[in-house]
């Protein structure tokens, strides 16, 4: 139970995070650039389903750059959803001890 719960809680963070550069990018916004926080967000979600894998290396990335965030709340926020990410695709490699541990971090 606590794990669903775990996930609720990092999905409600990162939607949080996401709907406004999702906003931007549906009103005709440029799509974020490659090597940016926002950028390695974006590349991780597209290739989730596709290539987790993939996926995993983008999220390892947002989590990283995430420390760069200037405003300690964004960085927060940052980080969890970058953490959110890395612990999706890991489950999708089938490895969810090490996803756990990013949840329970995460919490």
Sequence with gaps: MRVRGSK???LGVALLVLTPQAAAIAQGGPPP????F???VAAAKAAMMADPEVALRHARSATS???TVADI???HIAEATGQWLESEALLRVN???E???LVDRGL
């Design 65 to 67: 750059l995430s420390r």
């Design 38 to 40: 926002d950028g390695e």
């Design 95 to 97: 490895r969810p001890q």
């Design 99 to 101: 996803a756990r541990t």
């Design 33 to 36: 650039a490659a090597g940016t």
């Design 8 to 10: 609720a809680i990092l």
């Design 73 to 75: 709340s964004a960085r």
